[in-house]
């Protein structure tokens, strides 16, 4: 049975692990073994292989908790375990290979439609570069999104695929402004064959109606889901900078007049206001949570509707976090120039995070302003 509180005893360890990920732009091998043996690799994971197979709440509270101690683990855990979730919906056969040896295995890549497959004999031909592979260094599995293009075989599906990592070229292009220690590089394929045991359809998969899968957690829709996980390494880390700055502006003076910081109008304000945005995305990220929970009672597809509020939840909960992050580091001095500086590690991680694909708020603003208006929306990919 999974110990919630596992993961906050992982946290200290964890924080002796920030300045080599860092440095070396890849999550540190402890922080690895760390996750493993928190437990917390396993809490999507399939029952029938040894994993916890949790709602996403559980995942969500282990990041947060975790984010205390590392936002790179935390970031490499929600990734990884992301596409845990997504490889639950695979054919059996590819499961039993995925996940027989190793439940809590990460599993790094980039379910967005990066690269193409075709039909083969048997399976599937992928060519491709996919970027952002978050936990590339780790794991003996990959998984990566293909657009289905026609050849003489036939029509091709867009696919879901995972696959094992010693198939595909590992390429480190991961010099970032933040962010640096969750090693997110590019995976590469160049007319690599994979059997059709390791692949799933794209749009089934997204909305949770592939054949023969009844597992709750799996028959969720892919995109809310991702976006709500996200929020759990988001807040935490907002949280911790909070504290952060609170910790550091209890000693600091100012420069000419000796006053204490802390006792300034203007820095109570920023304190109080990056708290209650932080609060409001939390409450946000419960509601998801309450929101995903209610859909694993239904039959799939979600409505429209509800995945349009999910997304837009997270988008904002995320905007609500990167205001508070940008607040507080205007208000952290001339020392936050120092790439050492914790506030400044803290604002180039947040403003690397939020920049997420599925967080994107221009995108899921106007998926939401559809949504309350009646417009069409292109369903399947909400």
């Not at 939401?368 to 990919?381: E, P």
Request: charged share 20%; hydrophobic share 40%; net charge neutral.
């Amino acid at each position: 049975m999974y110990d919630a509180g596992n993961a906050l005893k992982i946290v200290n360890a964890l924080k002796d692990t920030e300045a080599e990920s860092e440095a070396n732009r890849q999550l540190s091998p402890r922080a690895v073994a760390l996750l493993h043996q928190s437990g917390a690799t396993r809490i999507v994971a399939p029952a029938a292989y040894g994993g916890y197979e949790l709602p996403v709440r559980a995942l969500v509270e282990a990041e947060r908790t975790i984010a205390q101690g590392s936002t790179a683990a935390s970031w490499v855990l929600m990734v990884c375990a992301a596409h845990t979730f997504i490889a639950g919906r695979l054919p059996s056969q590819g499961q039993d290979e995925i996940f027989g040896g190793h439940p809590g295995m990460l599993i790094p890549g980039v379910p967005s439609l990066r690269g193409t497959c075709q039909r083969a004999n048997g399976g599937y031909m992928l060519n491709g570069r996919w970027p952002y592979a978050s936990g590339a260094d780790h794991g003996d599995w990959i998984l990566v999104g293909c657009k289905g293009i026609r050849n003489e075989a036939g029509t091709c599906p867009s696919l879901i695929v995972v696959m094992p990592k010693k198939d595909a070229v590992i390429d480190d292009t991961w010099f970032t402004l933040g962010m640096r220690g969750t090693g997110s590089k590019d995976i590469v394929l160049e007319n690599t064959f994979i059997p059709e045991r390791y692949a799933v359809p794209m749009l089934e998969a997204q909305l949770g109606t592939v054949p023969g899968i009844d597992i709750p957690l799996y028959r969720l829709p892919i995109r809310p889901t991702l976006a709500t996980m996200l929020l759990g390494t988001i807040v935490g880390m907002a949280e911790r900078g909070l504290q952060l700055f609170i910790d550091k502006t209890r000693g600091r003076r100012d420069v000419y007049t000796g006053a204490m910081k802390a006792e300034n109008a203007g820095v109570q304000r920023r304190v109080a206001e990056a708290s209650v945005e932080i609060s409001c995305a939390w409450a946000l990220t419960r509601q998801n949570c309450d929101l995903l929970e209610e859909a694993m009672l239904r039959d799939p597809p979600m409505p429209a509707g509800k995945r349009a509020q999910i997304r837009w939840n997270a988008a904002y909960a995320t905007e609500l976090c990167r205001r508070a992050c940008n607040r507080l580091f205007e208000g952290a001095g001339a020392g936050a120039a120092h790439d050492s500086h914790v506030m400044q590690v803290f604002f180039r991680d947040m403003n690397t995070a939020s920049h997420h694909a599925m967080l994107d708020f221009d995108v899921n603003v106007e998926i939401q302003g559809k949504s309350l208006l009646g417009v069409h929306l292109d369903d399947a990919w909400v």
